[in-house]
């Protein structure tokens, strides 16, 4: 019973939730309150299919005759026999699997991405063409590089030796306020590390196979740290300066490994800078929804689970 709810709650949490949650309006209405559900769904996701494994292969250690368990394999197929014998203990190494292959992609997609940054940085260090000589202009700080290039470009660099990177074109298209909400919202992304979101929904996207993951996820909490990035790059200019500046960035791109300030997502995030409703309630609910798909199945099913795999365990 407790590997049917586990897979149950897994198979919702893969499938119908993330899709109906990638689809819904709100979460651009609270883009931290939505990060935070979609973050819960991903963990328990992950630790509900690790724990359907892991209930189905603790079947290999059911109390025997004697009362004790059975942890020795000849005894085990003895007493469930070979074809049920075989079913658990294909689970395991499958949850074994799966764990191994979850693991392999989170350093493979960290350690390629920061490759890919460190030699971006030393090229665009080479390439900077900006004058320091007045440090009251934006353009001018430390962390900012200015690149001769005629196409807008404007992203970020995250890492030890952050950097913003902004090309001629789009300085030409900017006002100095505008430019300023460009720079903020950059910024806001390295401030709070929002690479790592990305990397983590990223090897978690990649870890399955084709047939069965979807990028609905990704795609949702790409639009989610852009929109905390305004939040922080308004609170520096003010909505309309930072929507004007989106327009006029809004064909810009970025290398792999880096955030663009503009994009496709740009006409939705613009329309938010114009919705001033209240979204405090929504918030709330959707801090609450996040608890609880945390909090209940471990209280409800993972807690007496592991409390009998112990029982099980210290009897042997």
């Known amino acids: 019973m407790t590997a049917l709810l586990f897979g149950i709650l897994t198979v919702v949490l893969v499938g119908p939730a993330p899709e109906a949650l990638s689809r819904a309006q709100w979460p651009i209405r ?8 979609w973050q819960a769904i991903a963990l328990a996701a992950v630790l509900s299919a690790f724990s359907c494994g892991l209930a189905i292969a603790a079947n290999l250690l059911a109390p025997g005759r004697d009362g004790t368990p059975t942890t020795h394999p000849l005894h085990e197929i003895e007493r469930i026999g070979l074809p049920l014998w075989s079913v658990y203990v294909g689970v395991f190494a499958l949850t074994l699997l799966i764990g191994g292959r979850l693991v392999f992609t989170t350093i493979r997609v960290g350690l390629r991405t920061r490759a890919r940054r460190a030699s971006h940085r030393q090229l665009i260090d080479i ?5 320091r000589s007045d440090a009251s202009h934006p353009l001018f700080a430390r962390d900012v590089r200015m690149i001769d ?3 807008p470009l404007a992203y970020c660099l995250p890492g030890l030796r952050q950097r913003v990177v902004v090309s001629e074109g789009v300085v030409h298209r900017l006002t100095r306020d505008e430019l300023i909400a460009v720079i903020a919202h950059e910024r806001a992304h390295l401030r709070a590390r929002h690479d790592l979101v990305l990397e983590a929904f990223i090897a978690l996207h990649e870890a399955f196979p084709r047939f069965v993951r979807s990028s609905s996820a990704l795609d949702a909490v790409e639009l989610l740290v852009e929109a905390l990035a305004d939040d922080q790059a308004v609170r520096a ?3 309309t300066t930072l929507g004007r500046a989106l327009v006029a960035c809004a064909d810009a791109v970025a290398p792999r490994g880096a955030m663009a300030v503009g994009g496709p997502t740009t006409l939705a995030r613009v329309h938010r800078l114009r919705d001033d409703r209240s979204t405090r309630l929504v918030a709330i609910t959707a ?3 996040a608890a609880a798909i945390l909090v209940v199945p471990t209280l409800a099913v993972a807690i007496p689970w592991l409390t009998e795999l112990s029982r099980l365990v210290s009897a042997a």
């Open 237 to 239: 200019t003010t909505p």
């Open 30 to 37: 609270a883009p931290r309150a939505a990060m935070t559900l």
């Open 287 to 289: 801090y609450c929804g």
């Open 127 to 131: 390439l900077d063409r900006c004058d």
């Open 149 to 151: 290039v005629e196409q």
